[in-house]
């Protein structure tokens, strides 16, 4: 696959950029997802995009995924086989579903020329895909693979209490720093609970510390601010530098509204990481061939002079160590495939991961979780 700036100059079709959807449990995102998916389907000419469920825990998906998670990890096999609970099942479900995201990448570089967006939907408990390391392979993958840009879900009307909003803006600031992505605080849910409210208190935070001051329990029983109180002051001010880096919009996953922003919230996003994310990647990429370069030349130099020793020392074994042609070819990566539903209009059965680990040493060498 081109770098993402060299196949962005050198062809006429832009590279689809990917929508990465990250929210609380409960904030909407399925449902955000399906209806982004719906908006893309009705333009004219429909443009529909490329979706990925990572969720292995969720029953039902209100959108059709072209590659599921579910197809390819059994979430309660996974939960019954390592002994775990649910939150360490979805953990390790994504690990094992991470080892093979090569080959989830190699899917969606052949859709490349043919679609527009690229939209992953990720598990509803977030600090599992914000907080693990799965979740920053798969989001480092994908950003040095194409455009991507990171869309925050809040459930507005559970927003309104300034401590809880102030909250979640902290666990979105966390997940911007840690990406470094392109950045789109979505608050959804608007037909319940429009968001002026919140665009008010991030526009000028002395109306949110207006908001704090008003709320009951900021006050302790000499009528002096409270410890919260104070810290969210403060914090606030610090906020206010995180909000400048953000594009924010309103929407109603359940009516549609406000999707057309969000839209051009993307479109904007695809700018920035031209112009911003790519070159620090670029960098960041020249540094590690350097180091690893220099690392394998200075592997490489050891190994042969210790080789030319060996060799001096046993001759005759050294006449043995010969190059077998026979024991060329073996696969060692398992017969295990991500399934791409639109390639395979009836996926069938998901490949049960867990099997590697009761089939040890028949064929599959599959990585167990740590
Ligand atoms: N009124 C209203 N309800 C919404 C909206 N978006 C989602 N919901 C509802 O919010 C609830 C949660 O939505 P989901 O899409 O399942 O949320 P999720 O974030 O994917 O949930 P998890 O997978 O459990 O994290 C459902 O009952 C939805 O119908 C919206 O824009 N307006």
Redesign the pocket.
Known sequence: MDSPSSAASSSTKKMPITIIVI?M????????VQRINSYLHSQNPPTPPYILNL?PA?THVPYEANIDIRDTINYQEVMKQYNLGPNGGILTCLNLFTTKFDQVLDLVEKRADSVDYVILDTP?QIEIFTWSASGAIITDAVASSLPTVVAY?IDTPRTTAPATFMSNMLYACSILYKTKLPFILVF?????QPHDFALGWMADFEEFQAALATHSGTRDAEGEPTYMNSLMNSMSLVLDEFYKNLKTVG????TGDGVKDFFAAVDASREEYEKEYLPELQKARQRRDKSLQEVKEDSMNRLLSDLAIDREKNPAAAALDRWDPDEEGEDDDGDINIIDRSEDPWPGQYVDLTRARRHEGQGSNWPRPG
Request: no cysteine; net charge neutral.
């Open positions: 929210g449990a409960g904030a909407g995102k399925s449902t955000f969720d969720v509803g879900i959804n849910k608007t037909d319940v929407v109603s996953s359940m």
